[in-house]
């Protein structure tokens, strides 16, 4: 299945990482987080993984300092999948963020 990125299944606060410019996701989590979610997954694959650490990161300490986030949970998987007669190993990593309290 493929990966779909920036989409949220069901709202469930969760920014998807893909292809397009780092603050586009930063936008989408300081928007989840000022409009009331308590907290927020930031959530990629692959090569991906560095952008959604840069994504947590720049939302925490540079666009809402104010709010303290933290980082609650980082969860690491591998997906594995078949494509073409070969079984395709992806890393994955959920980081979940936070208001404090």
Same mark, same amino acid.
């Given at each position: 299945? !493929?990966? &779909?990125?920036?989409?949220? !299944? ?10 397009? !410019?780092i603050?586009?996701?930063v %936008?989408?989590?300081?928007i &989840? ?11 990629? /694959?692959?090569?991906? @993984? ?8 720049? %939302? /925490?300490? /540079?666009? =809402?300092?104010? =709010?303290?986030?933290q980082?609650?949970?980082? &969860? ?6 078949? &494509?073409?007669?070969k079984? @395709?190993?992806?890393? %994955? @990593?959920?980081? %979940?963020i936070?208001k404090?309290n």
């Amino acid at each position: 299945m !493929p990966h &779909q990125p920036n989409q949220s !299944p069901k709202n469930d606060n969760s920014v998807f990482i893909g292809n397009k !410019p780092i603050m586009n996701y930063v %936008t989408s989590a300081v928007i &989840q987080l000022k409009n009331g979610s308590p907290e927020i997954t930031i959530k990629a /694959r692959g090569k991906f @993984i560095s952008k959604a650490v840069d994504v947590a990161e720049i %939302t /925490r300490k /540079r666009f =809402l300092k104010e =709010l303290n986030l933290q980082v609650n949970d980082i &969860q690491i998987d591998t997906e594995e999948y078949q &494509q073409n007669d070969k079984e @395709i190993k992806v890393s %994955t @990593i959920d980081i %979940t963020i936070s208001k404090s309290n």
